[in-house]
């Protein structure tokens, strides 16, 4: 007998606007961008989460807040 489970987290971007300030890197500009998480089990959506992460235009790099 095998089992198999199938486990996925889904990731899509429902927004993005500029955000104040400059990149600490590279000086480029700042994007705020609301991502929302699925996480599924065999199909089956078990958790949704929207969180709002910054990234810089210019070098891609993700910024953290503190």
């Known amino acids: 007998m095998c089992l ?3 486990c ?3 990731e899509r ?3 993005r606007q500029p ?3 400059a990149c ?3 000086g480029g500009m700042v994007q705020a961008m609301d991502v929302e998480s699925q996480w599924r089990f065999c199909f ?3 958790y949704f989460k929207t969180k709002r992460r910054y990234y810089c235009s210019f070098c891609a790099r993700r910024l953290v807040v503190h």
């Open 4 to 6: 198999v489970f199938v």
């Open 24 to 26: 600490p890197y590279c």
């Open 13 to 15: 971007v429902i927004s």
């Open 44 to 46: 089956v959506p078990l």
């Open 8 to 10: 996925d987290e889904d």
């Open 19 to 21: 955000a104040p300030g």
